[in-house]
Nanobody, 115 residues
Framework: QVQLVESGGGLVQPGGSLRLSCAASGIIFSGYAMGWYRQSPGKQRQLVATITSGGSTNYADSAKGRFTISRDNAKNSVYLQMNSLKPEDTAVYYC?????????WGQGTQVTVSS
């Protein structure tokens, strides 16, 4: 059974940090690109960051300089380190594995940035 399970979300004050994790099971992990997306109420899901199987990364403008995506193929996991968080970063964060036949998605983890 394919599973992508996100964790690490929560409530944090502006300027704080969180590290999101996504653990994959039931799928081949190392050979595929992974990504993080987020969705706020009333808005479309938007890309945050991606990482290729080789470790090349790409970031949305809103994430550049503050977020870092990484992966550990030995642990079948992808991470998103988020620093200098802002209230506008509040959203449900999803991890995904890119597949030509259609991405796999996790169930999401809530991140709330508020004082």
């Amino acid at each position: 059974q394919v599973q992508l399970v996100e964790s690490g979300g929560g409530l944090v004050q502006p300027g704080g940090s969180l590290r999101l994790s996504c653990a994959a099971s039931g799928i081949i992990f190392s050979g595929y690109a992974m990504g993080w997306y987020r969705q706020s109420p009333g808005k479309q899901r938007q890309l945050v960051a991606t990482i290729t199987s080789g470790g090349s990364t790409n970031y949305a403008d809103s994430a550049k300089g503050r977020f870092t995506i990484s992966r550990d193929n030995a642990k079948n996991s992808v991470y998103l380190q988020m620093n200098s968080l802002k209230p506008e970063d509040t959203a449900v964060y999803y991890c995904t594995q890119y597949r030509s036949t259609g991405n796999y998605w996790g169930q999401g983890t809530q991140v709330t940035v508020s004082s």
